[in-house]
């Protein structure tokens, strides 16, 4: 049996059967929408949309929480998945003007804590210092 035989052989669904999801012009994710051969140049720009982070600033918050989580779970002598509520928001400790202010708002954080937390608050404290608060994502190509 050949495979052109197969296909003729199975029935095809009709035109009437289908269900088509169409949506406006310019909505819908990025880089959906017919496929066409077509040089029209909307079609191509959507496609090509995408977001721009700063990587390097991003790299470097992912380290800071790990390092953030591991020094947590050395303080509350726990794994993250037993540590207690502590939420720690780098932006927000970025937006206070003073060190005074930043560990302050930390010992807030950490006042369950019985184990001492001056050596954690003073390491973040130097390890944020000269990073910038994370702003919104920048689109690229419109």
């Given at each position: ?22 949506s406006?012009p ?25 977001v ?28 993250e ?11 927000d ?27 954690f ?8 210092r000269?990073?910038?608060?994370l ?8």
């Amino acid at each position: 049996m050949s495979a052109a035989s197969t296909e003729t052989s199975a029935p095809l669904p009709t035109a009437g059967s289908r269900v088509f999801f169409q949506s406006a012009p310019g909505v819908g994710c990025v880089g959906s929408g017919p496929i066409t051969t077509g040089d029209d140049p909307v079609q191509k720009k959507q496609g090509k949309v995408t977001v721009k982070y700063d990587r390097k600033e991003l790299r470097k918050r992912l380290v800071l929480e790990e390092w953030i989580i591991e020094q947590l779970s050395e303080l509350y002598d726990c794994e993250e998945e037993e540590m207690p509520e502590v939420e720690i928001d780098i932006d927000d400790l970025l937006e206070v003007n003073s060190d005074d202010e930043r560990a302050s708002k930390l010992q807030e954080s950490l006042i369950d804590c019985y184990k001492p937390t001056e050596d954690f608050v003073r390491e973040l404290l130097g390890r944020i210092r000269g990073m910038r608060k994370l702003s919104a994502p920048t689109k690229k190509g419109l």
